[in-house]
């Protein structure tokens, strides 16, 4: 079964900060890795995802990870963060073995503060 | 399109009672999803149908939950009878193409 571990659960960094959310994934075969991101009040909604390929993909907003397969990480960041970046973020994972849209196995969540 | 609807939007009930939440997926996607979120174990992953069929039970926490989806446009979680662990926030979410999933806004339970 695969297992995800979020690094932290509350950042807090002011506007034009860089962000890096660390993100660790459990699964020895292939895997289909993605972040969702919560804005307050809102539902879930998928930032970006990863299949194969360029282990660097980019997303929404600005949002860029990267698949770095030997050490089962997958770190979102972002450049210059604004305060509409505020909210929660949510790594997941699926085992890519291309069986059918599995059910993902999400990490914890990490919950990122903006301060103007 | 509406999206994935849920209902009610919050549910307060009393311990013992049933409790049924109701979710409308987006039309076209034949998989359907039922999550539980809370601060201690985060979304966990309760069942999930494809076609209308349930392809994975394994996350119900016991007994007292069921779900059904009688056809490809809505599904039912059940919980009877409810306890005040139950409390949690529960999301629907479909999907056509593999980990890109549309959440509904999620049904606010407690159970008191």
């Known amino acids: 079964a695969q297992s995800v571990s979020q690094h932290n659960h509350h950042v807090i960094l002011s506007e034009a900060a860089s962000l890096e959310l660390g993100c660790n994934y459990s699964y020895g075969g292939t895997v289909n890795l993605f972040w969702y991101v919560q804005y307050p009040g809102q539902h879930l909604q998928l930032l970006l995802k990863y299949f194969s390929g360029d282990p660097l993909v980019k997303g929404i907003k600005g949002f860029e990870a990267e698949f770095i397969k030997s050490k089962f990480s997958f770190n979102l960041r972002k450049p210059s963060v604004q305060w509409s970046d505020t909210a929660e973020y949510f790594c997941?994972?699926?085992?890519?073995?291309?069986?059918?849209?599995?059910?993902?196995?999400f990490g914890k969540g990490t919950h990122l503060i903006i301060q103007p | 399109d509406a999206g994935v609807i849920q209902s009610p939007r919050h549910e307060v009930t009393e311990m013992g009672q049933e409790v049924t939440l109701r979710c409308k997926p987006i039309?076209?996607?034949?998989?359907l999803f039922w999550y539980r979120q809370t601060m201690m174990r985060g979304l966990e992953l309760l069942i999930y149908?494809?076609?209308?069929?349930?392809?994975?039970d394994s996350g119900m926490p016991e007994d007292r939950f069921s779900a059904k989806m009688p056809n490809a446009s809505f599904s039912t979680l059940k919980i009877q009878p409810s306890e005040p662990r139950d409390s949690a926030v529960y999301f629907c979410?479909?999907?056509?193409?593999?980990?890109?999933?549309?959440f509904g806004s999620g049904t606010q339970l407690s159970v008191l």
């Open positions: 149908f494809n076609n209308n069929v349930p392809i994975d």
């Open positions: 039309s076209g996607h034949d998989y």
């Open positions: 979410a479909s999907s056509l193409v593999v980990g890109q999933l549309f």
């Open positions: 997941a994972v699926n085992a890519g073995s291309g069986g059918g849209a599995d059910g993902l196995t």
